[in-house]
């Protein structure tokens, strides 16, 4: 990965949280002491930032630079405040077409589901601060750009904007086998918002609790599951038929 996406050394990573850089990510040295890593754990913390401890060698794997057991991924792309772009998406007078991800883990899953989302015309992506895919060179590259594209917004947790949606009048549509509801007996003609789980373990079973709609696509072969971003693809598209 290219150093412009990368922070790198415990005091430089303070400094960029603290003037406003949006850091997707921070990888920490296992068992690392000090007092200026009690610090940087200390902003982490308070600022609901994305950080796993990784051993040494991985550091070493993410730059060559002398990294003090600290690196940063930054953003390349700004988020958006989901509530205001939900409101500027129902004032424009479109009907509203949002795509939630629950922690989707890989970058290239989450590259190919933007790129798609882009082409479907999905106002905006929201997605958890904590626990997903990082965006960095490969999401762009899987996307064709799209990242630069498309607002994507970050929540605490995916159920809160579940509940925003469904208190702004937009239905929220779970991609779920856990149905007998199929997409194709759904309907996307009003204003919604379709989740996709992840990768492993699908929609939280706790947020699928609270969705309007459960919805799956039917399988035909002996495969239990499709790859999320070839399912996402498909449930755009069916909004997108319905919609034209």
Known sequence: MQDHTQIFGIRAIIEAINSGETIDKV????????????????????QSINSSYVPVEKLNRLTKKNHQGAVAQISPVAFHDMETLVLDTIESGKTPLFLLLDQLNDVRNFGAIIRTAECTGVNGIIIQKKGGAPINGD??????????????????HIKDAVFYMQASGIKVIAATEKTTNTLYETSFTEPCAIIMGSEARGINPSTLKVVDVKAKLPLLGTIESLNVSVACGAFLYEAVRQRL
Do not use: H
């Open 27 to 46: 990888f920490l040295q296992k068992g690392l002491k000090g007092e200026l890593f009690t610090e940087l754990e200390t902003l982490l913390r308070k």
């Open 139 to 156: 999401t762009i590259k899987t996307s064709a750009g799209a990242v630069f594209k498309i607002p994507i917004c970050k929540v605490d």
